[in-house]
């Protein structure tokens, strides 16, 4: 992993220096049960000699797949990796989002995880937030969406404009940004 992608995905720590409330770390220890995200621990392996003859040997008698020789289908495994479960040793993963309908809507999908596993046990630190979509998905915007050229209080105003969080209940209204901001932000 180069070390651009490496910062790139570290992007979310700014949240520190930001309007926002610090983040909560989270602590487990015990068997192996946090996924990063969907899965557990894993790292990347390519095929060996005979796992590629046998995947070829598999993909050539489906018939979903496109009619090619033994040896091309053999020469295109061989470029291939998989997922195996880590024995031992670290594994995380970045905040996960997206943008759903335009480039401004940003979707929470999973919380930052950093995780060492040990023969079935792990010990993993998750960094989450009480409100968890209302946060990130807030802190996307302002991180990504808002003009970087005026103050952060300004960038806070333009985010409470464009990017609401105010969501109906039953009993009343709850501003999720009364709760996601340093006191200093608010109103």
Known sequence: MSLKYTLQSL?????LWSPFKPFKIGFYAGKLSIGTPYFYPRKWVKYTDEEAKIAAIKTMGDTKFVKKSMDEWYNEYKKYSKAVPIKVGFDWCSLGWKTKWTDTDFRHEWNPVFTFVFFGYQ??????????????EAWLYYEYATDKTKSKRERIEQCRKEHNQTWTVSGGEIDYYEYILKPKYLK
């Open 123 to 136: 010990i993993a630190l998750t960094i989450y937030s009480p409100h968890r979509s209302h946060y990130w």
């Open 11 to 15: 992007r979310w720590v700014k949240v």
